[in-house]
């Protein structure tokens, strides 16, 4: 009884610890939104996973290939004749189950070719969109990018005005993963990984404490609330080693004589040296003067809505 | 100065060389790590983890990876160096750079990243603790002049290390040599819609030289205590020299 006791107590004291360990190790900014906050951000759907859960057309039952690239226009015949081949095979297979008649050989071979089609096609995929320039967001700018950017420069969402909810449900759909608001010749890749090197750094910058470094990329507002937040921490030094990022441009805003930037960052980090790797996933918000020839400064940390 | 040297079995300019071994690895910049994985069936990586473990390196050490292409070793000694370290990443390759600085960024290393060609070092005497270079010194036009760089920017005490392709053993040479002329080029028309690319791997590997004969030339450059080790019976091989 006793020992049972102290076994459950030993259980919860650890648990206790781990949860506080986990507590302490956040990334730059504490893991909370801090600065400026982006209002189509926290428009945008609260999903886990965006690639997948939008969307999903007539040719529901076709695999992933689809809806993981939306800007090429050029493939709705594939998917069409995907998701024909598709139904043929699960037509084959009902009568195959149901009847067993004579055809079934014959239909047993339509599913089995139906399938090695799609793996074909997934491969070619997969190869070929490997070689091509791994540069998604150019991509999507520079097909439909410019519709919407011209339709935003026409009418320039003010930032702090309540969102009519109507207005972008009609678009939200697609504008999962479009990015709002950028210009067809914005090199995003460039961006994105000046972007990232960005991030490394000033976590590092953050880990010891550096405050001129952070003051080099941040704007007064920000750089405020960090320098409080190092100086909060005392002396005790943070750990964040990142293991594995990802960037994503959600879009740019124009206001107020600024652009308006918002990065998806993703990926995993780990928050001590011998610990195990754990996700994040937090937009930054840059801002950038529309004129003059300042940089792309950390304006703002905005935590996305956790579904997980 | 219209001197020659080997280009595959070809026997070409020496400007030429450049220019084709450039072409080579614009082509299968993009597949190449695939394509490593698929022709030494995951090999490379172990031969690679066999110098990483021989480098030793140690946080605070200047490593300067030549040829580093997609960042395999480089990615591994920026961790092991530490924020105190430094880790150069350079190729003389364009496109390979760029799949390895992006590489490399991705796993959260912020390192230098370098275009330049290991015939002539941008760098001070004396100031790595490490030099490697990993399939890559095959390549180069003028070998000798490009080890004697190596050993210019080693510190006293420094080591190079060069993993390079080399001289399999004599009862595997007929299936090694049936594999690397008729299979690879095949593999690397299926997968990277390139043989010619991968027919010129297979011949700049029997034109390399042998464990002994580089040997040879990493003393001749100048490096001591060289020796060697044979990695899958000799189809790759780490040579290590120390400065002194």
Redesign the interface.
């Given at each position: 009884m006793k020992l049972k006791q102290f076994l459950i107590g030993a259980v919860l004291a650890v648990s206790a610890m781990s949860l506080l360990a986990e507590a302490t190790a956040r990334p730059m900014g504490g893991g909370r939104s801090i600065g400026r906050q982006s209002q189509n951000v926290s428009r945008m759907p609260p999903a886990a996973a965006p690639q997948q859960a939008p969307r999903q057309a007539a040719p529901a039952p076709a695999p992933a290939p689809a809806p993981a690239m939306p800007p090429k226009p050029a493939s709705p015949w594939k998917g069409i004749l995907g998701g024909a081949l598709l139904g043929l095979g699960i037509g084959a297979l009902f009568s195959h189950f149901g009847f067993g008649s004579a055809l079934s050989g014959i239909l047993g071979s339509v599913i089995m070719l139906a399938l090695l089609a799609g793996v074909v096609v997934l491969l070619f995929r997969l190869f070929s969109r490997k070689s091509a320039p791994v540069m998604a967001p150019a991509g999507y700018s520079g097909n439909n990018g410019d519709a919407n950017n011209n339709a935003y420069a026409a009418q320039p969402v003010p930032a702090s005005t309540t969102p009519e909810i109507g207005s972008r449900l009609a678009e939200a759909p697609a504008a999962a993963h479009t990015p709002w608001g950028v210009p067809a010749d914005f090199d995003a890749a460039s961006f994105l990984r000046v972007a990232k090197g960005n991030f490394i750094r000033l976590q590092a910058a953050w880990d010891k404490g550096d405050v001129a470094d952070i003051r080099e990329f941040t704007t007064p507002e920000v750089f405020a609330e960090l320098k409080l937040q190092i100086t909060e921490r005392g002396v005790q030094k943070d750990y964040t080693d990142v293991v594995s990022i990802e960037a994503e441009l959600l879009g740019i805003e124009t206001s107020n004589n600024e652009y308006l930037s918002s990065v998806k960052f993703s990926g995993t980090i780990k928050p001590a040296p011998d610990a195990l790797a754990e996700p994040f996933n937090e937009v930054w918000n840059l801002v950038k003067p529309v004129s003059g020839n300042g940089g792309w400064l950390l304006a703002g940390i905005q935590q996305l809505e956790q579904h997980a | 100065m219209t001197n020659t040297t080997h280009f595959g079995y070809k026997t070409v300019a020496e400007d030429e060389k450049v220019r084709e071994v450039a072409k080579v690895f614009h082509s299968v910049a993009?597949?190449y790590d695939?394509m490593n994985d698929v022709m030494s069936a995951g090999l490379h990586r172990l031969w690679k983890t066999f110098t990483i473990a021989h480098a030793g390196v140690r946080p605070g050490f200047k490593c300067l990876d030549i040829a580093g292409g997609t960042g395999d070793l480089a990615k591994v000694f920026a961790k092991q160096a530490g924020?105190t370290g430094e880790v150069w990443l350079t190729d003389i390759n364009e496109s390979m750079l760029r799949v390895g600085r992006?590489r490399l960024?991705?796993?959260?290393?912020?390192t230098p990243t370098l275009l330049c060609d290991a015939e002539k070092l941008p760098f001070p005497d004396n100031y790595f603790d490490r030099v490697s270079v990993a399939f890559g010194l095959r390549n180069m036009t003028h070998k000798d002049v490009a080890l004697k760089e190596m050993r210019r920017v080693l510190k006293p005490g420094g080591k190079l290390l060069v993993l390079e392709f080399s001289k399999v053993a004599e009862p595997l040479q007929k299936p090694y040599d049936l594999y690397s002329f008729k299979v690879l080029p095949w593999m690397g028309q299926k997968?990277a819609g390139d043989a010619e690319s991968y027919r010129y791997l297979a011949e700049s590997i029997r034109m390399h030289p042998d464990q002994e004969t580089l040997k040879t030339m990493m003393q001749d450059a100048g490096l001591e205590r060289v020796q060697y080790y044979n990695l899958t019976a000799g189809v790759a091989a780490l040579h290590t020299g120390i400065k002194l």
């Open positions: - | 993009a597949k695939i924020p992006d960024l991705n796993r959260g290393l912020l997968i």
